[in-house]
């Protein structure tokens, strides 16, 4: 694995399991990083917390920071959510979410 990249665990709907490395150094967020190994995120708003179509639900013990107004205005207005569901475009690649566990919610 290159220098100043993480893992990230991605299950698709299909329930396959996808490990995908992404760089810390470059503002990268998970949609953004599902889309570059042409997963079926697709990200319509282009990540500014419009849309909901990168919700994801995690599912390790991952911390993450508190979700924003915008993430979660958009969320209540989302379909198929659940308590730990979360924009990917709102996680940001860092060193802290290395080996995150995220699940692709229903298109």
């Given at each position: 694995?290159?220098?100043n990249?993480?893992?990230v665990h991605i299950i698709d709907r299909e329930n396959k399991e996808h490990i995908l490395?992404?760089?810390?150094d470059m503002?990268?967020?998970i949609m953004e990083l599902c889309k570059?190994?042409?997963?079926?995120?697709?990200?319509?708003?282009g990540g500014m917390a419009m849309c909901a179509t990168c919700q994801c639900y995690l599912e390790s013990d991952t911390p993450l920071?508190?979700?924003s107004d915008d993430e979660l205005d958009m969320l209540d207005q989302?379909?198929?959510v659940k308590n730990e569901s979360r924009l990917g475009c709102q996680i940001q690649l860092s060193d802290s979410i290395d080996g995150i566990v995220l699940r692709l919610a229903p298109e």
């Amino acid at each position: 694995m290159e220098p100043n990249n993480i893992r990230v665990h991605i299950i698709d709907r299909e329930n396959k399991e996808h490990i995908l490395e992404g760089p810390t150094d470059m503002s990268m967020n998970i949609m953004e990083l599902c889309k570059a190994y042409d997963l079926p995120v697709l990200g319509e708003c282009g990540g500014m917390a419009m849309c909901a179509t990168c919700q994801c639900y995690l599912e390790s013990d991952t911390p993450l920071p508190e979700q924003s107004d915008d993430e979660l205005d958009m969320l209540d207005q989302a379909f198929f959510v659940k308590n730990e569901s979360r924009l990917g475009c709102q996680i940001q690649l860092s060193d802290s979410i290395d080996g995150i566990v995220l699940r692709l919610a229903p298109e």
